[in-house]
């Protein structure tokens, strides 16, 4: 039986942006025909929160700032001179910067050029970085790159494996707005560590990316780095990658970095008409809130059907989970709001997970990513008159069709190709859906109180650590009992850093037997 035609349903969701060649189509959303309307007093609410966001209102009294990465793409918005002043001043010294670092004025301490790139950073500080090099890196770049995105000493050892003797080129970007975040002040020292002990000046290979007087700064300015740039107090680390958090790397890796902040701008412009069904941005906020019944309900599986999109998922995880990821609304009821995000790339996916998506639990929504332009070099085929990229095309509409037959939601967003335009598109599109969602749902998309709350819990574990270490005896030695007693800490807390410390230290004995409340431990 031939399957009804949902023709007269695409043209009523289908979205294109004729100039951006950019188009978005919600038709296999099953939202009813009155959910526009019942919405519509939300959405001129997050119209005008979003206008006020743009002219400078304070966004997050929680820390209050403003919010304005959209300013970082067209300075003209920013509410004061002395903003706009700041914005382009950056965006001028990054591309002098790399400029001569591709020409060797601003070399390594041998004199050579550099040719590689070391990325310090965590979260904002290097999932966006991390993306755009996935994307956008070829081959033929003048630097390729490196990242330390983690505290996690055989990762660290892993990068530098890899750099092997090239470290003496390698110019390292360090990346934190405070300069406290311990993640990156660990790889911060373990790099210095390393170009020290290849007999070489960390300072003459090193510049920042941080918050103007921050620790990081002032660390940088006293050890002679070779330069330093701002981190902005109103641009939040997850939409921090038209900064100089992410255009210094992209700049460093050749990428054109006007290019990529004109293709956020075009966006940004499009998403600001107060039209929901002219809005791209505004609809996949409103699919997100249908599909979810507005609390998150389900589960968006981003699958993007290109490789370089492959990292689009990891970096839009903490975008949105991490700006709606909410214990509190606005009013301080409590709301556990969030929309959980997982996805890697078509078709791989289509020998994975999808099976689950096909047929198992319905608790996710599907958005595909089609990319139009399947390579730069000439086609080749595979069977007569069929390419690679066919069989890409067609696996994407294959499943995009055989998931909705199974009363699976999707919506598909398609660029014409992956560049840097197009992924300043992207990145802006969702940047500012986001934002209409958690209006959507009267929550603070700009703070992350967890996130807080998990760093102070760490410091709690490694002051209670130095404490351990401390009360740790000869032998007999102690049991874990008797440390925490002696503490006045939780037994299983003493436990767990005992095994640790043990795993790392050969200094420590374990004795007693295998009941862990009975083992000892001594140094």
């Not at 919010?67 to 950056?90: C, M, N, Q």
């Not at 981003?302 to 990891?314: A, E, G, Q, T, V």
């Not at 049991?479 to 503490?487: K, V």
Request: charged letters at 25%; proline letters at 3%.
């Amino acid at each position: 039986m031939a399957s009804i035609s949902l023709w007269p349903r695409f043209q009523k969701y289908f979205l294109r942006y004729d100039d951006l060649d950019v188009s978005i189509d919600i038709s296999r959303m099953r939202c009813p025909d009155d959910f526009f309307a019942r919405m519509q007093s939300r959405v001129e609410k997050a119209f005008a929160a979003m206008r006020d966001l743009e002219a400078g209102a304070l966004a997050n009294p929680d820390e209050g700032r403003m919010v304005g990465h959209y300013w970082l793409r067209d300075s003209k918005l920013a509410p004061t001179p002395e903003l706009r002043a700041d914005i382009d001043e950056t965006n001028a010294r990054i591309k002098k910067f790399a400029a001569d670092v591709h020409s060797g004025k601003v070399a390594a301490q041998n004199g050579d050029r550099f040719e590689h790139v070391l990325l310090v950073g965590i979260g904002g500080s290097a999932l966006g970085p991390q993306f755009i090099a996935d994307a956008l890196g070829h081959a033929t770049d003048p630097l390729d790159i490196y990242f330390l995105d983690n505290t996690d000493p055989d990762g660290f050892d892993r990068v530098f494996h890899k750099i092997g003797d090239r470290l003496a080129r390698t110019l390292t970007v360090v990346i934190s707005k405070s300069g406290g975040t311990k993640e990156t002040r660990n790889g911060m020292l373990e790099a210095a560590a390393r170009y020290q002990q290849a007999g070489l000046n960390f300072g003459k290979h090193a510049i920042a990316v941080t918050g103007v007087g921050s620790e990081l700064d002032k660390y940088a300015e006293k050890d002679g780095w070779l330069t330093r740039f701002p981190m902005h107090d109103w641009v939040g680390g997850r939409t921090s990658v038209m900064s100089a958090v992410g255009l210094v790397p992209a700049a460093l890796q050749g990428f054109d970095i006007d290019r990529f902040l004109a293709g956020a701008a075009a966006m940004d412009a499009k998403t600001r008409t107060a039209s929901a069904p002219q809005n791209a941005a505004m609809l996949l906020a409103l699919m997100w809130f249908y599909a979810g019944n507005g609390r998150g309900e389900k589960d968006m599986v981003i699958l993007p059907y290109k490789d370089r999109l492959m990292l689009f998922s990891k970096y839009l995880q903490q975008l949105v989970m991490e700006s709606l990821g909410k214990e509190k609304d606005l009013e301080g009821n409590i709301v556990h709001q969030g929309i959980a995000v997982y996805g890697n790339k078509g078709s791989t996916d289509q020998h994975a997970y999808v099976q689950q998506l096909r047929d198992g639990v319905l608790n996710f929504f599907v958005t595909f990513v089609e990319v139009r332009k399947d390579r730069a070099t000439a086609p080749f085929e595979v069977e007569e008159g069929v390419t690679s990229g066919d069989y890409l095309q067609g696996f994407l509409r294959g499943t995009r069709a055989a998931l909705y037959e199974s009363e699976r939601e999707s919506i598909t967003i398609t660029i014409p190709e992956v560049n840097a335009f197009n992924v300043g598109v992207l990145i802006a599109l969702y940047e500012r859906a986001v934002g209409f969602y958690a209006s959507l749902v009267n929550i603070n998309a700009y703070h992350q109180p967890g996130v807080e709350a998990g760093k102070k819990a760490a410091t709690r574990v490694l002051e209670l650590q130095k404490r351990v270490e401390e009360a740790l005896g000869a032998e007999p030695g102690k049991t874990a009992d008797e440390i925490a007693g002696s503490l006045g800490a939780d037994p299983e807390d003493v436990f767990h850093i005992l095994r640790h410390l043990a795993a790392n230290d050969p200094a420590i004995r374990v004795t007693g037997g295998d009941a862990i409340g009975s083992q000892k431990y001594s140094r």
